[in-house]
């Protein structure tokens, strides 16, 4: 009876169900104080314009404010707030022209940053760490056939590459758009992106 470290990997394409977006409203001004209000108003009008169009607010979340210094070409001291908000939702291109037009309106500095997710990618994981045993034991079973002996049982596994997957945990969309649009482009037809995740064992089998 003896030993056979084998590794294992398994690979899969999935795709991007989940968005969440933030926008992050820009403000120069003289004073710390008329940039942190002009930060909010900006804030304030393009909130007004989402619940006009039955966006429900209590689902977006404020996260973060900030204000610093910086100079202009004469040396004056110009001050720039800044205030972020956020939301997560399920993939939808149709919304995300219709938030680019919004933005594309208003006469102040909006910066929309869209990271793409997978839902339940714990699930996912757990099945590609299963796929990847699989894959060590077929690998073991093969290579002790020509070795004319067989597998037993397996010892030992350790995940090689095990990480957090580029998710947000197990995602549910805070907010929906329904019928949040009032355009249609031809973009609105492209789907979401995909991610390709891998997991790679190292596993320990008997063998006699």
């Not at 969309?173 to 329904?178: E, I, P, Q, R, T």
Request: charged share 25%.
């Amino acid at each position: 009876m003896g030993k056979m470290i084998i590794s294992g990997s398994a690979e899969r394409k999935i795709i991007c169900d989940m968005i969440n977006i933030s926008l992050t409203f820009r403000a120069m001004e003289s004073t710390t104080a008329s940039a942190a209000v002009a930060a909010k108003q900006h804030c304030e009008e393009f909130l007004t314009k989402m619940q006009e169009n039955g966006i429900d607010l209590s689902k977006i979340k404020f996260s973060q404010e900030e204000i610093d210094s910086s100079y202009s070409n004469r040396e004056e001291q110009i001050f720039e707030a800044f205030r972020t908000i956020e939301f997560t939702m399920q993939y939808d291109m149709p919304f995300l022209n219709q938030l680019n037009d919004w933005i594309s309106e208003v006469s102040y500095p909006v910066a929309m940053n869209a990271r793409f997710y997978f839902s339940h990618p714990e699930k996912i994981q757990k099945e590609l760490l299963r796929e990847a045993v699989e894959d060590a034991r077929q690998k073991a079973e093969m290579l002790a056939e020509m070795m004319h002996q067989k597998v037993i049982d397996l010892e030992e596994v350790s995940a090689c590459n095990f990480h957090q997957p580029y998710t947000i945990g197990e995602a549910e969309a805070s907010v929906s758009f329904g019928n949040a649009r009032t355009k249609s482009f031809v973009s609105d037809q492209l789907k979401a992106p995909e991610r390709t995740e891998t997991e790679s064992v190292q596993t320990t089998w008997i063998i006699e």
